[in-house]
Nanobody, 125 residues
Framework: QVQLVESGGGSVQAGGSLRLSCAAS????????LAWFRQAPGKEREGIAKMHGDGGTSYADSMKGRFTIAKDSAKMTLYLQMNSLTPEDSAMYYCAASPRRYCFPGYRAGDFSYWGQGTQVTVSS
């Protein structure tokens, strides 16, 4: 069992930046497929970025350029750096983990066994 705890959300003006963190309870997390998702009210959960257990990363096409996924293995913490935020980025942001080294293609929520509780990001214009 892996527990994930997100932090770093908050309110920011358009054009601003935030860095989200996701702390894990087990160091085996470091070899897992990890990902960030977000969900806005009334919308489906959408994938943002993934990190394979070997450190390789990939991004959803619509998220490329403004979001960066990173990990500090010593701290067992996953990060999401978000820049040039717009009101359309307002959502609950979640980290997720799957106990496999390489992530499945795409961003299906069902591929991930462990989820954090989410952290809210609100971007004002």
């Amino acid at each position: 069992q892996v527990q994930l705890v997100e932090s770093g959300g908050g309110s920011v003006q358009a054009g601003g930046s935030l860095r989200l963190s996701c702390a894990a309870s087990r160091n085996s997390y470091n070899g897992y497929c990890l990902a960030w998702f977000r969900q806005a009210p009334g919308k489906e959960r959408e994938g943002i970025a993934k990190m394979h257990g070997d450190g390789g990363t990939s991004y959803a096409d619509s998220m490329k350029g403004r979001f960066t996924i990173a990990k500090d293995s010593a701290k067992m913490t996953l990060y999401l750096q978000m820049n040039s935020l717009t009101p359309e980025d307002s959502a609950m942001y979640y980290c997720a983990a799957s106990p496999r080294r390489y992530c499945f293609p795409g961003y299906r929520a069902g591929d991930f066994s462990y989820w954090g509780q989410g952290t809210q990001v609100t971007v004002s214009s």
